[in-house]
């Protein structure tokens, strides 16, 4: 992968999982840095990587 393509999903979540526990130990100003550096990542909105961050956001398989 090219550092100009953009994350496929599944990168998506796995980075955002990586910073998991570094977002939930941080103080408010921390947590807005790392949402910050993480929508410059991944190209999600804000909202939507706080909710994978606090896991009210479930992917749903299709069957």
Do not use: C, F, W
Not at 30 to 36: P, R, T
């Amino acid at each position: 992968m090219a550092e100009t393509d953009p994350m496929t999903v599944s990168e998506q979540r796995k980075y955002i999982h990586k910073i998991r526990g570094r977002y939930r130990d941080s103080t408010r100003q921390e947590k807005s840095l790392l949402l910050d550096e993480a929508v410059k990542v991944t190209g999600l909105h804000r909202k939507s990587i706080v909710r994978i961050l606090n896991g009210t956001l479930v992917h749903e398989k299709s069957y």
